[in-house]
Nanobody, 116 residues
Framework: QVQLVESGGGLVQPGGSLRLSCAAS????????MSWYRQVPGKERELVAA????????TSPTSVKGRFTISRDNAKNTVYLQMNSLVPEDTAVYYC?????????WGRGTQVTVSS
């Protein structure tokens, strides 16, 4: 059974940090490209950061460049998103995504709320 389980979300003050984790099981994690997306109500899901199966490249939108870092540990079947200098506009549900060719898996998401 394929599972992507996100954790690490919560309430944080502006300027604070969080590290999200996504634990994968049920498929060969090392063969998949991994990504983090986020979504706020009424808006489309947005790509936040991506990392290839060999950790060779990462991408992220301009709004999070320099603040968010994606990484992976193939030995632990886990992908991380380190988020620093958080702002209220980062408030969203964050989703983990695994992709290999036409196969795509999604996690259920973890809520991140940035508020004073």
């Amino acid at each position: 059974q394929v599972q992507l389980v996100e954790s690490g979300g919560g309430l944080v003050q502006p300027g604070g940090s969080l590290r999200l984790s996504c634990a994968a099981s049920g498929f060969t994690f090392s063969l998949y490209d991994m990504s983090w997306y986020r979504q706020v109500p009424g808006k489309e899901r947005e790509l936040v950061a991506a990392i290839t199966r060999a950790s060779s490249t990462t991408t992220s939108p301009t709004s999070v460049k320099g603040r968010f870092t994606i990484s992976r540990d193939n030995a632990k079947n886990t992908v991380y998103l380190q988020m620093n200098s958080l702002v209220p506009e980062d408030t969203a549900v964050y989703y983990c995504n695994a992709r290999r060719r036409e196969v795509i898996y999604w996690g259920r998401g973890t809520q991140v709320t940035v508020s004073s």
